[in-house]
């Protein structure tokens, strides 16, 4: 899925964050978007219509009352072939009329007119964020379905530091492209296990399975792109919450394994990312284990209840999805697990090259067969994935 083609309408606002919207259009226009510019007159002060132009090759709108514009309908017509009205940046002030339904100038009057999705990308001042007004106003523009790309925590041209900068101009078409992924999740209810399990040893040490986390929240983020409802059980990780994600942080397999079974009723698709560790202590030490003249301490284990395989033999199961990483022979052990947790679906890798990595390469496993899903950020892998488990459940539907 590529942005090519898509007609964007590039709306600024005033703020020192639209120097970053030159950039953020030529990215677009390099990604194949058409771009119309229209700006706000506090934006014009902080960077000129000349300049938006130059990168856009198109004329830029001001004025609602352009003469251009013959019968002063400008509002409808610049906005009604677009795909996307982007703001960005999207000022406090912009935001409230938005949420308000103000229009007393152009783009005000664009975006209240508009038949496309709004996307806002806010920039603003840390205090102006955390005014409980602009957070009312969020809630509202949230409620009434509007995307948001960002902001950001970070240092601020005021000097001041926290949360109310402007995501990059990349990052702002990253979101872009999530917002016009498929929706072929939509009404689905999914359940994503993500990161590792810790089991305790005693109260300061864990046993624990190497997992950034990465690829479950990768599955998570794209199945709420591609319109489901998200439930993410988390083991300890320092990942942020994809948007619009219901996360619940558990530590141990034990504890998974009770908000997966809290869960599961009424989830139509399972898809276990988590690496949960196969072995818990037998009987944790209630207290510190002290060294003892070189005499190691011996550890006994016990297994932990396999997750995927519970929720698979259940009557009326989810859809589910296994993953496998493994050290080698990924095809024989894919295969293998497969038929041994009983699930339609296992998403494989060879574990040492995407252990914390960004990029994955999954093999997927079903009933025809095996399919490559060819190498790529985690995000990218997530939404073929989706695609693919879209895809068997409509034909299992047919
Ligand atoms: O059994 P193994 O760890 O090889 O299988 C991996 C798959 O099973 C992953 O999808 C993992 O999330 C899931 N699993 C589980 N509960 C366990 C062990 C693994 O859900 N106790």
Same mark, same amino acid.
């Given at each position: 899925m590529t942005l090519k083609g898509k007609k964007i309408l590039l709306? #600024?606002?005033?703020?020192?964050?639209?120097? @970053?919207?030159?950039?953020?259009?030529?990215?677009?226009g390099? *990604?194949?978007?058409?771009?119309?510019?229209? #700006?706000?007159?506090?934006?014009t002060r902080f960077i000129t219509p000349v300049t938006m132009q130059a990168l856009t090759g198109q004329t830029v709108w001001t004025d609602l009352?352009?003469?251009? +514009?013959?019968?002063? #309908?400008?509002?409808?017509?610049?906005?009604?072939?677009r795909d996307l009205i982007l703001i960005a940046p999207a000022s406090a002030d912009f935001l409230a009329k938005v949420a308000h339904g103000l229009a007393d100038d152009l783009l005000s009057t664009l975006v209240l007119a508009r038949r496309c999705g709004l996307m806002v990308a806010p920039a603003m001042n840390v205090e102006m964020w955390d005014n409980p007004v602009t957070q009312r106003?969020?809630?509202?523009?949230?409620?009434? %379905?509007? *995307?948001?790309?960002?902001? *950001?925590?970070?240092?601020?041209?005021?000097?001041?530091?926290?949360? %109310?900068? #402007?995501?990059?101009?990349a990052d702002i078409v990253a979101e872009i492209e999530a917002f016009f992924q498929p929706k072929a999740l939509a009404g689905k209810r999914v359940l994503v296990t993500a990161g590792p399990t810790e089991e305790p040893i005693d109260p300061v040490r864990v046993i624990t399975n190497s997992s950034s986390g990465k690829m479950g929240y990768a599955v998570a983020r794209a199945a709420r792109e591609a319109g489901a409802s998200v439930t993410l059980v988390s083991g300890p990780v320092s990942l942020a919450t994809p948007a619009g994600v219901r996360r619940v942080d558990v530590r141990s397999a034990q504890q998974m394994f009770n908000e997966v079974k809290a869960a599961v009723e009424g989830s139509d698709i399972f898809i276990? +990312?988590?690496?949960?560790?196969?072995?818990?202590?037998?009987?944790?030490?209630?207290?510190?284990?002290?060294?003892?003249?070189?005499?190691?301490?011996?550890?006994?284990?016990?297994?932990?209840?396999?997750?995927?395989?519970?929720?698979?033999?259940?009557?009326?199961?989810?859809?589910?999805?296994?993953?496998?990483?493994?050290?080698?022979?990924?095809?024989?052990?894919? @295969?293998?697990?497969?038929?041994?947790?009983?699930?339609?679906?296992?998403?494989?890798?060879?574990?040492?090259?995407?252990?914390?990595?960004?990029?994955?390469?999954?093999?997927?496993?079903?009933?025809?067969?095996?399919?490559?899903?060819?190498? %790529?950020?985690?995000l990218e892998q997530a939404r073929k994935l989706l695609a693919h488990v879209a895809g068997m459940l409509q034909k299992a539907k047919r």
């Open positions: 709306g #600024m606002t005033g703020g020192i964050a639209a120097y @970053k919207a030159g950039e953020l259009a030529r990215l677009l390099k *990604a194949g978007c058409d771009v119309r510019v229209a #700006m706000t007159e506090a934006a009352w352009d003469p251009r +514009v013959t019968d002063n #309908m400008s509002h409808i017509e610049l906005s009604r072939d106003n969020l809630r509202a523009l949230r409620e009434d %379905g509007i *995307a948001f790309a960002g902001p *950001a925590a970070g240092d601020q041209a005021c000097g001041e530091t926290g949360m %109310g900068r #402007m995501l990059e101009p276990s +990312v988590a690496a949960v560790a196969d072995w818990r202590m037998k009987k944790p030490f209630a207290k510190k284990i002290k060294k003892a003249n070189g005499r190691a301490p011996v550890l006994e284990f016990e297994e932990n209840p396999d997750i995927l395989a519970w929720v698979a033999a259940r009557k009326n199961p989810p859809f589910c999805v296994g993953f496998a990483a493994e050290s080698e022979r990924v095809e024989a052990n894919a @295969k293998a697990k497969r038929a041994r947790k009983g699930v339609p679906l296992i998403a494989a890798n060879l574990a040492q090259s995407a252990l914390g990595a960004d990029d994955n390469a999954i093999t997927l496993y079903d009933a025809r067969g095996s399919h490559s899903l060819g190498r %790529g950020p985690k």
